[in-house]
């Protein structure tokens, strides 16, 4: 319900629409005082420069103030117009509300040219500047570490986490979403969803092109929480899931996929896949040594490249010059299958021929398929499905595929139901970091395979950190291409605990309630919440990213204990303690150290 | 077709520095690459590739037959393609013709002074790359003495381009087995993902990662034999 105050139709303004107070001082411009808790803001909404000469902030003309209340939502908006030069603008601000706790932002603004000649129209926020400046603003993945803000949330998709303001305390929390379309349009939100958690956003003056008609300028989204930050995800990822048709991951048929949670990248040439005396390749002996990993679900087959091109042969002659042509995949085939273990081979967009198509690939698929039962068809270099190979899986319903790259727009996601999450860069130094995969919060039925290919020592130990921290799956891949890198018996064993307990809690790993960085009470530790919407247990992932030892509470838990256990990582001697009828994680983590905990809830 | 001798050039023992480069894609080729002396001993080369004719006749004399024939002369040699270097050939196919001859593969450093000599030449012809003087990029495999005009110092033609050539040996670099090709193709793949193909430099090596017999041959891989001479 919309509460307003007038002191003066056209001079100030106190709103409120449902969770979200607001007081703008509209008198010649449009000042925002105060949003929610956040006050003395003062701060202009906008400002408008043209050809290099800024319109004096004194100059607008508010037109009207509209307001609506109804059982569908809740409209405040004011128009106010501007005449500069030989020029007019005129422009909207309005506050929608239709959802609880979500409040859409827009600004919308046009112009009358002077002789019909366009001009540079350049566009300022400074109430969004100020926000970004408030020591309390989170840019989207970030985490206070005490000091100042650091990063340790990615995501790599074309959905945009809010940044997020709290209060001193961290329960009031306000976020800001810039929802921003591929391919980006003019005009719409500008790339703030960008640019905001750039540390050069206070310069940032953004070009829009304008027309007589109003046109959209920004559409932000404020989410509003009073249940700390968690809540604002939450509310990000219920209000952003809405727009998806997901149906495709609730097939029964294809329930296999979520539960691959080691696939071993099989390179066929060395001696890990291939014996050269016999000639023949060594599935059972690759399937015995996946056991050390826990044990491996599925196997990609790889053979094609680095090796096309040295001839004619596209991708699909080359497994007839296997030893007995299609029958070598198939025995191969069958092997895996009576160890519960499926298997890929991949696909190359690259090596499309002229005088090929997607659907002729897509043939030559389906007669694969017929001669070999394989079970999946990875997509190198690729992060989406192919429509010739959607219809694939009307013929063989449980036939999978995998991406290398994690699908980012929203149709790659709803068809493509399994990916990799390849991170690193041979060529740039590059480190592992534990942080949080967004991605795999916002949807945690897409089940992906972490995996950086030429991580070797301490890196591959923060691999595994890092896939346990995001409760994800491995791909298991020791030959690169002809480099032999492979996990030390240390690391297999963490593998292969990794691998019992996402099998064990799956249901709780992957649940609908996952939250990545929740707030915890130690200013160098980051932890990612798992957990279902039926389930009283919970589980908890717990790093240690500072340079000291951490000992005593490290979680405020939501509710009373029932039972609590380690179930990763080295034993960091957990505690309950329960102070003003207050549950508090204890644990005495050393530097670097990732655990999981499994909490059961009374409540 | 008109048939011509495949007669050997004599190459004089020299010492030279070695330095070769290449494109592994990802991964490695663990093999030195120089710079390093190397002692190249007498030798006596052939001046073409080993023909399909050539090759043809060794199989008829000696009735050889591969233990594993997958793929093996895929392009069945006719008279219409006698002077076509012959191709699907394995490393073991290619020993055993040169065995038969009493010669054998050029090493892979042998192979590199044939073509670019003591002047250390980037071309079999010159340092100055002239597909005229190659097949780069053709549609298909010409006769080796096609390009007569783009022949090294010491008189081998069809060093770069037309087929890849077998160098001797199999490197083991304890989990992988591998040989070195040399020389480049006419078939240059469009895309940058695949073996990097065309008219090669001399200085250039292609390592292929050994597998079966029927992965081991190609219709752009061939061979030329050398012969320890005193």
Request: net charge positive.
């Amino acid at each position: 319900m919309m509460q307003n105050k007038f002191k003066d139709k056209k001079k100030f303004t106190d709103f409120s629409l449902g969770s979200l107070n607001l007081s703008l001082a509209v008198d010649k411009n449009i000042f925002l005082k105060e949003l929610s808790f956040i006050k003395n803001i003062n701060n202009e909404l906008f400002s408008i420069r043209v050809e290099n000469k800024l319109i004096p902030r004194n100059k607008y003309k508010i037109e009207k103030v509209f307001e609506k209340t109804d059982v569908n939502f809740t409209i405040i908006s004011i128009d106010f117009s501007q005449n500069f030069g030989n020029d007019f603008f005129k422009g909207r601000i309005s506050f929608v509300q239709k959802k609880k706790n979500i409040t859409d932002f827009i600004f919308q603004l046009s112009a009358r040219w002077h002789k019909d000649i366009p001009k540079k129209v350049l566009l300022k926020f400074p109430f969004l500047i100020n926000i970004h400046k408030n020591k309390n603003f989170l840019k989207p993945g970030d985490i206070f570490d005490g000091k100042k803000r650091i990063n340790k949330g990615v995501w790599n998709l074309h959905e945009y986490p809010p940044s997020i303001i709290s209060d001193n305390l961290g329960n009031q929390c306000l976020g800001f979403e810039f929802y921003d379309q591929f391919p980006w349009q003019a005009n719409y939100n500008l790339g703030i969803s960008e640019a905001i958690s750039n540390e050069n956003f206070e310069k940032l003056e953004t070009e829009v092109q304008l027309t007589r008609e109003l046109t959209d300028i920004i559409l932000m989204k404020i989410y509003t929480s009073s249940q700390g930050r968690e809540k604002i995800f939450s509310l990000w990822k219920e209000n952003t899931r809405e727009r998806y048709d997901l149906r495709k991951y609730h097939d029964s048929k294809n329930r296999w996929i979520k539960k691959n949670y080691l696939q071993h990248f099989m390179f066929a040439y060395g001696e890990e896949a291939f014996d050269y005396k016999k000639m023949e390749f060594k599935i059972i002996q690759i399937i015995k040594e996946g056991k050390e990993f826990g044990g491996y679900d599925s196997i990609l087959f790889w053979h094609q490249y680095p090796r096309l091109g040295l001839d004619e042969s596209n991708q699909w002659q080359l497994y007839k010059y296997l030893p007995k042509n299609y029958e070598t995949i198939k025995k191969i085939v069958d092997i895996c299958h009576s160890h519960n273990i499926k298997f890929f081979i991949p696909f190359k967009p690259w090596d499309i021929r002229s005088n090929e198509s997607l659907d002729s690939h897509a043939k030559s698929l389906e007669r694969f398929i017929k001669a070999t039962s394989i079970d999946g068809f990875f997509l190198d270099t690729m992060s989406s499905l192919p429509d010739s190979f959607l219809k694939i899986q009307k013929k063989f319903p449980s036939f999978e595929f995998c991406s290398e790259g994690t699908p980012r727009e929203q149709r790659q996601i709803e068809t493509l139901t399994s990916s990799w999450d390849q991170i690193g860069d041979i060529r740039r130094n590059f480190k592992v970091e534990i942080n949080s995969n967004f991605f795999r919060f916002l949807f945690p039925e897409h089940p992906l395979n972490l995996v950086s290919r030429w991580s070797v020592g301490s890196d591959k130990d923060l691999l595994i950190k890092r896939a346990a921290f995001n409760g994800m799956g491995m791909v298991i891949w020791q030959d690169i291409f002809g480099c032999w890198l492979p996990f030390s018996i240390e690391q297999k064993k963490k593998i292969k605990s990794l691998k019992y307990i996402l099998k064990k809690y799956h249901k709780i790993f992957f649940g609908d309630n996952s939250i990545p960085l929740i707030q915890t009470l130690s200013k160098k530790i980051i932890c990612n919440e798992f957990s279902n919407s039926v389930s009283k247990q919970k589980i908890y992932s717990i790093y240690n990213f500072g340079s000291n030892k951490i000992k005593g509470r490290i979680l405020k838990l939501p509710s009373a204990v029932k039972e609590f256990k380690q179930i990763y990582g080295k034993d960091v001697n957990i505690k309950i303690e329960k102070k003003q009828n207050i549950f508090y994680l204890l644990a005495n983590l050393d530097v670097d150290d990732v655990i999981l905990i499994n909490i059961k809830f009374d409540i | 077709m008109k048939s011509f001798v495949n007669k050997k050039i004599f190459i004089e023992s020299n010492e030279y520095t070695y330095r070769v480069e290449h494109l592994t894609l990802e991964g490695t080729c663990s093999t030195d690459h120089g710079p390093r002396n190397v002692k190249i001993k007498n030798l006596l080369v052939d001046k073409y590739p080993v023909t399909n004719q050539q090759y043809s006749f060794f199989l008829k004399k000696t009735g050889y037959q591969p233990k594993d024939s997958q793929r093996f002369l895929e392009h069945k040699p006719n008279k219409k393609i006698f002077n076509l270097p012959v191709v699907f050939v394995s490393q073991n196919d290619a020993i055993a013709y040169a065995k038969w001859v009493g010669g054998r593969l050029p090493t892979d450093e042998e192979w590199q002074y044939i073509a670019a000599g003591p002047k250390y030449l980037d071309w079999p012809w010159g340092n100055k790359f002239n597909p005229s003087l190659c097949n780069h990029d053709g549609n298909k495999l010409e006769s080796v003495n096609a390009y007569r005009k783009g022949e090294s110092w010491c008189g081998c033609v069809d060093m770069s381009g037309n087929c890849w050539e077998w160098t001797a040996g199999i490197h083991d670099d304890g989990n992988h087995q591998f040989a070195l090709l040399r020389g480049g193709s006419y078939f240059y793949a469009h895309d940058h993902w695949h073996v990097g193909g065309g008219a090669r430099k001399n200085n250039y090596h292609w390592k292929l990662q050994i597998l079966n017999e029927g992965m081991n041959r190609a219709a752009t891989l061939g061979f030329r034999c050398v012969y320890d001479a005193k």
